[in-house]
């Protein structure tokens, strides 16, 4: 039987062939982080994409899939946020300016592609080609937080390209975007000059990737959310250098005389090893929850208790109030902190639109009448290219 591969997942398996294997050896212990129920960044982006889609259809005359739009997985009483609105609102106003006027809209395509060794299989956002099927624009939003790579670097995406082919055959060029609004980039695009080309490239690099299915290799992208990555053997690996590696004189020397080379291959391993970590400690505390306590071998036991968290002010007026009489006006406003985004989400309560070409919207009337006042410092950020 042929191996069923999904575009979301091109960027594991060309990376770390490896992990193919764990996962379908430990299948039955995926749902530790892929349960059916998802989490909150699962439905924020399943509702996203469900209304981006709605509103392409209604408002833009966007042809759906055959069988109709499906209504997005989402929890009973789960409500989208001010956020979502806007993330919608936003993908929306910038893809419409990317889409020529002549060309058919169509949105949350499945599509899968059989080749010789393996099935490609793939869900796009949105597409839309020419009257005569030759171009195309191939949009992805992504709604998360952890930063994908830009659309000329993105797997994910280069099978999209290759899954769009198979629906429009006559297709021969065009472009593909990724609009993610929480990147520095918002927007990048890469040009596809031959799309046949891009199919036999991507089969090749698939067609490797399967003869070695027993290659592990660790690395950020790879990992980070790899299903098999509790039981992994080289991240296990990469955890006990480490433990290695970082001796009380290590530690020690790190501010002081530690070779850059030893730094940069220390911070490469932390870098690594943060996701499965982070998994690791939420699946922990999800099993200490169940269970109400762990008893570890050294016989430390592991609970979970409540702990306070970050001081929040219920009332910002009443406490401007109290904290003006106490230290001045002036040193109240300095501590006051004024969100935009709420600000932005208030004046659209009032019946503003929160973009608009035509008319003053909430964030025409923040740029106008704020722009002024308003600054963005810059901040040093660690990037790996």
């Keep these: 039987m042929k191996p069923v591969i999904r575009c979301s997942s091109l960027d594991r398996l060309l990376s770390c062939p490896g992990s193919f294997t764990l996962e379908a050896l430990e299948s039955d212990r995926l749902d530790i982080f892929a349960g059916p129920s998802g989490n909150e960044m699962t439905w924020r982006g399943n509702w996203c994409h469900h209304q981006a889609a709605l509103r392409l259809v209604k408002q833009h005359g966007a042809i759906p899939p055959p069988n109709g739009l499906p209504p997005p997985v989402l929890p009973k009483l789960w409500q989208p946020s001010p956020w979502d609105e806007r993330t919608v609102s936003w993908y929306l106003s910038h893809l419409l300016t990317k889409i020529p006027d002549d060309h058919a809209i169509y949105v949350e395509r499945h599509a899968t592609l059989e080749f010789e060794r393996f099935i490609l299989s793939g869900h796009i956002d949105e597409y839309d080609i020419n009257p005569e099927g030759t171009v195309f624009n191939l949009n992805d939003l992504k709604t998360g937080v952890s930063i994908v790579d830009i659309a000329d670097e993105n797997w994910q995406l280069l099978g999209y390209i290759v899954l769009l082919k198979s629906l429009h055959p006559r297709l021969k060029s065009g472009t593909a975007r990724i609009f993610?609004?929480?990147?520095?980039?918002?927007?990048?695009?890469?040009?596809?000059?031959?799309?046949?080309?891009?199919?036999?490239?991507?089969?090749?690099?698939?067609?490797?990737?399967?003869?070695?299915?027993?290659?592990?290799?660790?690395?950020?992208?790879?990992?980070?959310?790899?299903?098999?990555?509790?039981?992994?053997?080289?991240?296990?690996?990469?955890?006990?250098?480490?433990?290695?590696?970082?001796?009380?004189?290590?530690?020690?020397?790190?501010?002081?005389?530690?070779?850059?080379?030893?730094?940069?291959?220390?911070?490469?391993?932390?870098?690594?090893?943060k996701g499965p970590i982070d998994k690791?400690?939420?699946?922990?505390?999800?099993?200490?929850?169940?269970?109400?306590?762990?008893?570890?071998?050294?016989?430390?036991?592991?609970?979970?208790?409540?702990?306070?968290?970050?001081?929040?002010?219920?009332?910002?007026?009443?406490?401007?109030?109290?904290?003006?009489?106490?230290?001045?006006?002036?040193?109240?406003?300095?501590?006051?902190?004024?969100?935009?985004?709420?600000?932005?989400?208030?004046?659209?309560?009032?019946?503003?639109?929160?973009t608009s070409k035509k008319s003053e919207s909430a964030q025409s009337w923040i740029r106008d009448n704020l722009g002024h006042l308003i600054t963005r410092p810059t901040q040093k950020t660690l990037r790996f290219s």
Excluded at 180 to 186: G, K, N, T, V
Excluded at 219 to 243: F, S, V
Excluded at 296 to 318: H, M, S, W
Excluded at 331 to 352: H, P
């Design 180 to 273: 993610q609004p929480m990147a520095d980039d918002p927007i990048t695009e890469g040009e596809v000059h031959d799309i046949d080309a891009v199919v036999g490239y991507l089969e090749e690099k698939i067609n490797t990737a399967l003869d070695n299915l027993h290659t592990l290799q660790t690395g950020y992208k790879q990992c980070r959310l790899c299903p098999a990555a509790l039981y992994c053997p080289a991240i296990k690996e990469e955890i006990a250098a480490m433990k290695l590696t970082l001796t009380p004189e290590t530690i020690a020397s790190i501010k002081t005389d530690l070779p850059t080379p030893e730094l940069a291959k220390l911070a490469t391993a932390a870098r690594t090893l």
């Design 280 to 354: 690791i400690m939420e699946s922990f505390k999800e099993r200490v929850t169940a269970e109400g306590s762990v008893t570890l071998e050294d016989g430390t036991v592991a609970q979970i208790v409540d702990t306070p968290g970050d001081r929040v002010i219920a009332n910002t007026q009443v406490a401007f109030e109290f904290a003006k009489n106490k230290v001045g006006e002036d040193a109240a406003w300095r501590s006051t902190k004024i969100s935009l985004t709420k600000l932005e989400d208030e004046l659209v309560e009032t019946g503003m639109k929160r």
